[in-house]
């Protein structure tokens, strides 16, 4: 017959994922003719729950490479780019755990689509997709077997003189040596 019992784990109770695409206006020291490349990198975040949604607040370098004064020159400008997302996540089930972990994981690293110059400015579109797991207690229902499996009958052997008379007949002290004559078959 078996019972049930219940455990209780953590586990994700709620999940997904979010693409997201912003413009940023960067300034320059001088009036660009052409923007050369731009990179981003060191992208940092972390995720907190705050007032039934999750923020994601987070960070990223940009490096734009880029040409003035009529293309004769170029430089690279570096400018930190901190971000705030919000966003509520669908739990798949309720918990009674008020202390739930949020997980962020980048599914596509920023990336720069598109910049354009204008002024003595450029603007870039930066896009990214981030996934969110929340993580809290939850109940697991197993079955339990009331029966218990029967033990194994462990025996010793004593040893006794008829056990070391048997040992004594069976072992051969020359098992060693060549035989002289062998018999061939």
């Not at 739990?91 to 598109?114: A, F, G, H």
Request: glycine share 6%; with cysteine.
């Amino acid at each position: 017959m078996s019972a049930f019992k219940e455990i209780v784990t953590k586990a994700i109770i709620g999940k997904g994922k979010k693409y997201y695409k912003n413009s940023y206006t960067i300034e320059t020291e001088n009036i660009p003719t052409t923007v050369l490349g731009c990179w981003v990198i060191n992208h940092k975040f972390k995720g907190s729950e705050v007032g039934g949604k999750i923020v994601v607040d987070g960070s990223f370098d940009v490096n734009i490479w880029y040409s003035y004064d009529n293309d004769t020159k170029t430089t690279v400008i570096t400018k930190k780019i901190p971000y705030s997302e919000s966003v509520m996540v669908r739990q798949r089930e309720t918990t009674d755990s008020t202390l739930r972990d949020i997980v962020v994981r980048s599914l596509k690293q920023p990336n720069c689509i598109n910049a354009k110059e204008n002024g003595k400015t450029i603007t870039i579109d930066i896009e990214k997709e981030l996934g969110i797991e929340i993580v809290g207690d939850t109940k697991v229902k197993v079955a339990v077997e009331d029966d218990e499996e029967p033990w194994d009958v462990i025996e010793d052997t004593e040893y006794t003189e008829d056990v070391a008379k048997e040992i004594d007949t069976s072992i051969k002290e020359n098992y060693l040596k060549k035989e002289e004559n062998p018999k061939e078959t």
